[in-house]
Protein backbone atom coordinates (compact mmCIF):
# COMPACT_ATOMS: atom_id res chain seq x y z
CA UNK A 1 0.00 0.00 0.00
CA UNK A 2 1.30 3.74 -0.18
CA UNK A 3 -0.01 5.32 2.68
CA UNK A 4 -0.03 8.88 2.31
CA UNK A 5 2.13 9.06 -0.60
CA UNK A 6 0.73 9.60 -4.06
CA UNK A 7 2.49 7.30 -6.07
CA UNK A 8 4.74 4.03 -4.94
CA UNK A 9 7.90 5.60 -6.70
CA UNK A 10 7.25 8.37 -4.17
CA UNK A 11 7.39 5.94 -1.03
CA UNK A 12 10.20 4.25 -2.45
CA UNK A 13 12.05 6.94 -2.71
CA UNK A 14 11.35 7.96 1.19
CA UNK A 15 12.14 4.43 2.10
CA UNK A 16 15.65 4.71 1.26
CA UNK A 17 16.78 5.42 4.59
CA UNK A 18 15.62 2.20 5.62
CA UNK A 19 16.44 0.36 2.88
CA UNK A 20 20.12 1.26 2.76
CA UNK A 21 20.47 0.96 6.75
CA UNK A 22 18.66 -2.84 5.98
CA UNK A 23 21.51 -3.61 3.25
CA UNK A 24 24.47 -2.33 5.60
CA UNK A 25 23.57 -3.88 8.60
CA UNK A 26 23.37 -7.56 6.53
CA UNK A 27 26.80 -6.96 5.31
CA UNK A 28 28.86 -4.90 8.26
CA UNK A 29 29.67 -5.56 11.57
CA UNK A 30 29.37 -1.89 12.84
CA UNK A 31 30.92 -2.89 16.36
CA UNK A 32 33.74 -4.63 14.88
CA UNK A 33 33.61 -2.42 11.93
CA UNK A 34 34.10 -4.97 9.61
CA UNK A 35 32.49 -6.24 6.62
CA UNK A 36 31.00 -9.89 7.20
CA UNK A 37 32.89 -12.65 4.80
CA UNK A 38 29.95 -12.96 2.96
CA UNK A 39 31.82 -13.76 -0.84
CA UNK A 40 32.86 -17.82 -0.49
CA UNK A 41 32.97 -19.36 -3.30
CA UNK A 42 34.05 -16.06 -4.64
CA UNK A 43 37.65 -15.78 -3.46
CA UNK A 44 38.37 -12.22 -4.04
CA UNK A 45 42.01 -12.64 -2.84
CA UNK A 46 43.03 -14.96 -5.53
CA UNK A 47 40.70 -13.82 -8.43
CA UNK A 48 42.45 -10.95 -11.05
CA UNK A 49 39.44 -9.91 -12.86
CA UNK A 50 35.67 -9.70 -12.38
CA UNK A 51 32.96 -9.56 -14.65
CA UNK A 52 29.78 -7.44 -14.21
CA UNK A 53 26.75 -7.15 -16.37
CA UNK A 54 23.10 -5.98 -15.81
CA UNK A 55 20.17 -3.97 -17.47
CA UNK A 56 19.11 -0.21 -16.94
CA UNK A 57 19.61 1.00 -13.55
CA UNK A 58 21.03 -2.42 -11.76
CA UNK A 59 23.88 -2.08 -14.86
CA UNK A 60 24.08 1.81 -13.53
CA UNK A 61 24.63 0.23 -9.67
CA UNK A 62 27.30 -1.84 -11.64
CA UNK A 63 29.14 0.93 -13.10
CA UNK A 64 29.42 2.02 -9.63
CA UNK A 65 30.53 -0.85 -8.31
CA UNK A 66 33.70 -1.03 -10.94
CA UNK A 67 34.84 2.20 -9.89
CA UNK A 68 34.50 1.40 -6.12
CA UNK A 69 36.46 -2.71 -6.40
CA UNK A 70 38.80 -0.33 -8.92
CA UNK A 71 39.88 2.06 -6.35
CA UNK A 72 40.05 0.45 -3.24
CA UNK A 73 40.46 -3.46 -3.98
CA UNK A 74 42.93 -3.00 -6.82
CA UNK A 75 40.67 -5.28 -8.93
CA UNK A 76 39.99 -5.16 -12.56
CA UNK A 77 36.36 -4.87 -13.44
CA UNK A 78 34.61 -5.25 -17.19
CA UNK A 79 31.08 -4.24 -17.13
CA UNK A 80 28.45 -4.38 -19.92
CA UNK A 81 25.22 -4.51 -20.47
CA UNK A 82 23.95 -7.79 -20.36
CA UNK A 83 22.47 -8.01 -23.90
CA UNK A 84 25.66 -7.08 -24.94
CA UNK A 85 27.78 -8.83 -23.07
CA UNK A 86 25.83 -12.10 -23.68
CA UNK A 87 26.54 -11.91 -27.31
CA UNK A 88 30.76 -10.44 -27.45
CA UNK A 89 32.12 -14.02 -27.03
CA UNK A 90 34.94 -12.34 -24.67
CA UNK A 91 37.71 -14.47 -23.30
CA UNK A 92 36.78 -15.68 -19.98
CA UNK A 93 39.72 -17.68 -17.22
CA UNK A 94 38.32 -19.11 -14.52
CA UNK A 95 40.85 -16.80 -12.44
CA UNK A 96 37.65 -14.64 -13.11
CA UNK A 97 34.77 -14.29 -10.98
CA UNK A 98 31.53 -12.62 -12.13
CA UNK A 99 28.74 -10.34 -10.95
CA UNK A 100 25.09 -10.22 -12.25
CA UNK A 101 22.74 -6.98 -10.68
CA UNK A 102 19.07 -7.65 -10.82
CA UNK A 103 16.34 -5.97 -8.75
CA UNK A 104 13.96 -8.84 -9.45
CA UNK A 105 16.02 -11.56 -10.54
CA UNK A 106 14.39 -12.52 -13.82
CA UNK A 107 15.65 -10.23 -16.60
CA UNK A 108 16.33 -12.23 -19.53
CA UNK A 109 20.05 -10.46 -20.80
CA UNK A 110 21.00 -10.59 -17.15
CA UNK A 111 20.23 -14.46 -16.77
CA UNK A 112 21.35 -15.10 -19.91
CA UNK A 113 24.79 -13.39 -19.39
CA UNK A 114 25.05 -15.52 -15.75
CA UNK A 115 24.22 -18.68 -17.37
CA UNK A 116 27.02 -17.77 -19.91
CA UNK A 117 29.68 -17.13 -17.81
CA UNK A 118 28.77 -20.17 -15.48
CA UNK A 119 29.53 -22.59 -18.73
CA UNK A 120 33.04 -20.92 -18.87
CA UNK A 121 33.42 -21.79 -15.49
CA UNK A 122 33.02 -18.80 -13.41
CA UNK A 123 31.95 -18.40 -10.05
CA UNK A 124 28.90 -16.55 -9.61
CA UNK A 125 27.45 -13.62 -7.61
CA UNK A 126 24.30 -12.40 -8.39
CA UNK A 127 23.13 -8.93 -6.15
CA UNK A 128 19.18 -9.50 -6.32
CA UNK A 129 16.36 -7.95 -4.56
CA UNK A 130 13.55 -11.11 -4.86
CA UNK A 131 15.55 -13.92 -2.81
CA UNK A 132 13.17 -16.67 -4.77
CA UNK A 133 14.06 -15.36 -8.31
CA UNK A 134 15.77 -17.52 -11.23
CA UNK A 135 18.62 -15.25 -10.86
CA UNK A 136 19.54 -15.84 -7.15
CA UNK A 137 18.85 -19.86 -7.49
CA UNK A 138 21.42 -20.05 -10.43
CA UNK A 139 24.36 -18.30 -8.68
CA UNK A 140 26.47 -19.53 -6.55
CA UNK A 141 26.47 -16.56 -3.71
CA UNK A 142 23.21 -14.28 -3.52
CA UNK A 143 24.14 -10.82 -2.62
CA UNK A 144 20.75 -9.73 -0.89
CA UNK A 145 19.78 -6.10 -1.42
CA UNK A 146 17.13 -5.43 1.80
CA UNK A 147 15.10 -2.93 -0.30
CA UNK A 148 11.55 -4.71 0.51
CA UNK A 149 9.55 -5.04 -2.41
CA UNK A 150 9.58 -2.48 -4.99
CA UNK A 151 6.28 -1.85 -7.06
CA UNK A 152 7.04 1.73 -9.30
CA UNK A 153 8.49 0.53 -12.53
CA UNK A 154 11.32 3.31 -11.93
CA UNK A 155 13.75 1.59 -9.74
CA UNK A 156 14.80 3.55 -6.44
CA UNK A 157 15.12 2.34 -3.46
CA UNK A 158 16.59 -0.89 -5.34
CA UNK A 159 19.76 1.25 -7.14
CA UNK A 160 20.71 2.79 -3.56
CA UNK A 161 20.69 -0.70 -2.15
CA UNK A 162 22.17 -1.92 -4.83
CA UNK A 163 25.04 0.63 -3.96
CA UNK A 164 25.13 -0.26 -0.25
CA UNK A 165 25.72 -4.09 -1.60
CA UNK A 166 28.74 -2.79 -4.40
CA UNK A 167 30.05 -0.57 -0.87
CA UNK A 168 30.21 -3.75 1.23
CA UNK A 169 31.62 -5.46 -1.06
CA UNK A 170 34.73 -3.42 -2.72
CA UNK A 171 35.25 -3.15 1.44
CA UNK A 172 35.52 -6.75 1.58
CA UNK A 173 37.90 -7.58 -1.81
CA UNK A 174 40.09 -4.82 -0.13
CA UNK A 175 40.46 -6.46 2.33
CA UNK A 176 41.04 -9.76 1.30
CA UNK A 177 43.52 -7.82 -1.44
CA UNK A 178 45.07 -6.14 1.35
CA UNK A 179 44.37 -3.00 -0.22
CA UNK A 180 43.01 -1.27 2.49
CA UNK A 181 44.25 -0.46 5.73
CA UNK A 182 42.47 -1.64 8.91
CA UNK A 183 42.21 2.00 9.67
CA UNK A 184 40.69 2.98 6.39
CA UNK A 185 38.11 -0.18 6.37
CA UNK A 186 36.53 1.61 9.65
CA UNK A 187 36.98 4.83 8.12
CA UNK A 188 34.82 3.57 5.18
CA UNK A 189 32.41 1.45 7.45
CA UNK A 190 31.70 4.46 9.74
CA UNK A 191 30.84 6.47 6.84
CA UNK A 192 28.45 4.16 5.58
CA UNK A 193 26.95 4.31 9.14
CA UNK A 194 26.11 7.75 8.31
CA UNK A 195 24.23 7.33 5.07
CA UNK A 196 21.03 6.51 5.85
CA UNK A 197 20.73 9.20 8.21
CA UNK A 198 22.01 11.87 5.82
CA UNK A 199 19.90 10.52 2.89
CA UNK A 200 16.84 10.80 5.10
CA UNK A 201 17.59 14.36 5.86
CA UNK A 202 18.39 15.44 2.36
CA UNK A 203 15.34 13.93 1.40
CA UNK A 204 13.29 16.74 2.91
CA UNK A 205 15.76 18.84 3.32
CA UNK A 206 15.68 19.41 -0.53
CA UNK A 207 12.26 18.50 -1.63
CA UNK A 208 10.65 21.48 -2.02
CA UNK A 209 13.07 23.25 -3.96
CA UNK A 210 13.43 20.36 -6.73
CA UNK A 211 9.28 20.47 -6.48
CA UNK A 212 9.92 23.85 -7.68
CA UNK A 213 12.70 23.06 -10.46
CA UNK A 214 10.62 19.93 -11.74
CA UNK A 215 8.24 23.02 -13.11
CA UNK A 216 10.88 24.77 -14.84
CA UNK A 217 11.98 21.45 -16.52
CA UNK A 218 9.05 20.21 -17.67
CA UNK A 219 8.57 23.18 -20.24
CA UNK A 220 11.53 21.63 -22.11
CA UNK A 221 11.89 18.74 -24.46
CA UNK A 222 15.41 18.16 -24.39
CA UNK A 223 17.97 17.56 -21.14
CA UNK A 224 21.67 17.26 -21.02
CA UNK A 225 23.09 15.22 -17.43
CA UNK A 226 26.87 15.76 -16.87
CA UNK A 227 29.22 14.40 -14.35
CA UNK A 228 32.44 13.01 -13.95
CA UNK A 229 33.44 9.87 -11.98
CA UNK A 230 30.56 8.20 -9.78
CA UNK A 231 28.72 11.42 -11.15
CA UNK A 232 28.51 10.60 -14.37
CA UNK A 233 27.29 7.21 -13.64
CA UNK A 234 24.11 9.41 -11.59
CA UNK A 235 23.91 11.57 -14.82
CA UNK A 236 23.25 8.76 -16.75
CA UNK A 237 20.86 7.33 -13.74
CA UNK A 238 19.20 10.92 -13.75
CA UNK A 239 18.33 10.96 -17.82
CA UNK A 240 17.19 7.16 -17.65
CA UNK A 241 14.59 8.07 -14.61
CA UNK A 242 13.45 11.51 -16.66
CA UNK A 243 12.76 9.75 -20.04
CA UNK A 244 11.19 6.49 -18.47
CA UNK A 245 8.74 8.44 -16.27
CA UNK A 246 8.30 12.21 -17.84
CA UNK A 247 9.05 11.03 -21.27
CA UNK A 248 11.56 14.45 -22.12
CA UNK A 249 14.19 13.36 -24.14
CA UNK A 250 17.66 13.21 -21.85
CA UNK A 251 20.82 12.81 -22.47
CA UNK A 252 24.04 11.80 -19.61
CA UNK A 253 27.11 12.47 -21.12
CA UNK A 254 30.76 12.56 -19.21
CA UNK A 255 31.27 16.23 -18.71
CA UNK A 256 35.25 15.49 -20.44
CA UNK A 257 33.01 14.44 -23.82
CA UNK A 258 30.98 17.69 -23.77
CA UNK A 259 33.65 19.48 -26.40
CA UNK A 260 33.58 16.20 -28.62
CA UNK A 261 30.15 16.46 -29.58
CA UNK A 262 27.35 17.34 -27.36
CA UNK A 263 28.57 20.86 -26.91
CA UNK A 264 26.75 22.27 -29.98
CA UNK A 265 23.85 21.73 -28.62
CA UNK A 266 24.00 23.58 -25.83
CA UNK A 267 21.81 27.30 -26.05
CA UNK A 268 19.15 29.11 -24.00
CA UNK A 269 16.88 25.99 -24.85
CA UNK A 270 19.27 23.43 -23.28
CA UNK A 271 19.10 22.95 -19.65
CA UNK A 272 22.13 21.01 -18.42
CA UNK A 273 21.57 19.25 -14.84
CA UNK A 274 25.37 19.51 -13.82
CA UNK A 275 26.29 16.75 -10.67
CA UNK A 276 29.55 17.76 -9.26
CA UNK A 277 30.12 17.29 -5.80
CA UNK A 278 33.40 19.13 -4.11
CA UNK A 279 35.55 15.93 -5.26
CA UNK A 280 38.47 15.18 -7.47
CA UNK A 281 36.84 16.02 -10.46
CA UNK A 282 35.26 19.54 -9.08
CA UNK A 283 37.74 21.87 -10.88
CA UNK A 284 37.34 19.98 -14.62
CA UNK A 285 33.45 19.94 -14.23
CA UNK A 286 33.31 23.54 -13.33
CA UNK A 287 35.40 24.31 -16.43
CA UNK A 288 32.86 22.02 -18.29
CA UNK A 289 30.14 24.31 -16.75
CA UNK A 290 31.52 27.32 -17.57
CA UNK A 291 30.99 26.15 -21.32
CA UNK A 292 27.47 25.84 -20.74
CA UNK A 293 27.41 28.86 -19.07
CA UNK A 294 29.17 31.05 -22.01
CA UNK A 295 26.80 29.21 -24.81
CA UNK A 296 23.54 30.19 -22.84
CA UNK A 297 22.81 26.99 -21.74
CA UNK A 298 20.64 26.91 -18.47
CA UNK A 299 22.47 25.04 -15.73
CA UNK A 300 20.70 23.02 -12.59
CA UNK A 301 23.57 22.88 -10.60
CA UNK A 302 23.95 20.08 -7.95
CA UNK A 303 26.53 20.15 -5.61
CA UNK A 304 27.43 20.30 -1.99
CA UNK A 305 27.98 23.18 0.46
CA UNK A 306 31.81 23.26 -0.44
CA UNK A 307 30.92 23.30 -4.20
CA UNK A 308 28.42 25.59 -3.84
CA UNK A 309 30.85 28.03 -2.01
CA UNK A 310 33.91 27.50 -4.59
CA UNK A 311 31.51 28.02 -7.71
CA UNK A 312 30.30 31.97 -8.92
CA UNK A 313 28.53 30.71 -11.96
CA UNK A 314 25.45 31.84 -12.24
CA UNK A 315 22.62 28.81 -12.31
CA UNK A 316 18.55 28.55 -12.87
CA UNK A 317 19.22 26.75 -9.91
CA UNK A 318 21.88 25.57 -7.33
CA UNK A 319 20.93 22.27 -4.96
CA UNK A 320 23.57 22.39 -2.40
CA UNK A 321 23.80 18.97 -0.21
CA UNK A 322 25.62 18.76 3.09
CA UNK A 323 29.36 17.80 2.90
CA UNK A 324 29.70 14.30 2.79
CA UNK A 325 32.81 11.58 2.97
CA UNK A 326 33.43 10.64 -0.87
CA UNK A 327 32.53 6.88 -0.39
CA UNK A 328 29.13 7.55 0.19
CA UNK A 329 28.26 10.70 -1.97
CA UNK A 330 26.80 8.39 -4.91
CA UNK A 331 24.24 7.15 -2.21
CA UNK A 332 23.51 10.78 -1.10
CA UNK A 333 23.42 12.57 -4.65
CA UNK A 334 21.00 9.54 -6.08
CA UNK A 335 18.41 11.61 -4.01
CA UNK A 336 18.15 14.78 -6.01
CA UNK A 337 18.39 13.02 -9.33
CA UNK A 338 15.17 10.40 -8.61
CA UNK A 339 12.93 13.61 -6.68
CA UNK A 340 13.77 15.80 -10.06
CA UNK A 341 12.54 13.43 -12.19
CA UNK A 342 9.40 11.79 -9.93
CA UNK A 343 8.47 15.74 -9.42
CA UNK A 344 8.94 16.20 -13.41
CA UNK A 345 7.00 13.19 -13.80
CA UNK A 346 3.67 14.11 -11.63
CA UNK A 347 3.94 17.61 -12.95
CA UNK A 348 3.67 16.32 -16.06
CA UNK A 349 0.73 14.06 -15.61
CA UNK A 350 2.25 11.32 -16.47
CA UNK A 351 1.56 7.46 -15.09
CA UNK A 352 5.02 7.92 -12.88
CA UNK A 353 4.23 3.84 -11.54
CA UNK A 354 3.23 2.58 -14.85
CA UNK A 355 5.45 4.54 -17.39
CA UNK A 356 3.82 3.79 -21.06
CA UNK A 357 5.76 0.68 -22.76
CA UNK A 358 7.19 -0.14 -19.83
CA UNK A 359 7.05 -3.60 -17.50
CA UNK A 360 8.79 -3.58 -14.50
CA UNK A 361 10.56 -6.78 -14.97
CA UNK A 362 11.98 -7.53 -18.35
CA UNK A 363 11.76 -11.17 -18.98
CA UNK A 364 11.89 -11.24 -23.24
CA UNK A 365 14.55 -10.43 -24.75
O1 LIG B 1 14.91 -6.26 -12.39
P1 LIG B 1 16.17 -5.70 -12.94
O2 LIG B 1 16.98 -4.96 -11.93
O3 LIG B 1 17.02 -6.75 -13.63
O4 LIG B 1 15.73 -4.66 -14.04
C1 LIG B 1 16.67 -4.00 -14.83
C2 LIG B 1 16.04 -2.85 -15.59
O5 LIG B 1 14.99 -3.31 -16.40
C3 LIG B 1 15.52 -1.74 -14.66
O6 LIG B 1 16.52 -1.26 -13.81
C4 LIG B 1 14.97 -0.56 -15.47
O7 LIG B 1 16.01 0.07 -16.17
C5 LIG B 1 14.22 0.40 -14.55
N1 LIG B 1 12.90 0.64 -15.04
C6 LIG B 1 14.95 1.73 -14.39
O8 LIG B 1 14.28 2.58 -13.52
Same mark, same amino acid.
Given at each position: ???????????????????????????????????????????????????????????????????? +????????????????? !????????????????????????????????????????????????????????????????????????? +????????? =???????????????????????????????????????????????????????????????? /?????????????? =??????? /??????????????????? $?????????? +????????????? !???????????????? =??????????????????????????????? /?????????????????????? $??
Amino acid at each position: EKGNHRHFMEKEIYEQPEAISHTFAHYMDFVAKTVRPVAQPIDFASIDGLKIAACGTAFLAGHIGKTW +FERYARLPVEIDIASEF !RYREMPMTDREAALFISQSGETADTLASLRYCKENGLKIGAIVNVQESTIAREADVVFPTLAGPEIGVASTKA +FTSQLAVFA =SLAILAGRARNTLTLEQESEMIQAATHAPRIVGSVLHAIQPQLEELSRELSKYHNVLYLGRGTS /YTLAMEGALKLKEI =SYIHAEA /YAAGELKHGPIALIDENMP $VIVIAPHDRH +FDKTMSNMQEVAA !RGGKIIFITDEAGAAA =SSMKTLSTVALPNVDEFIAPLVFSIPVQLLA /YHTAVFMGTDVDQPRNLAKSVT $VE
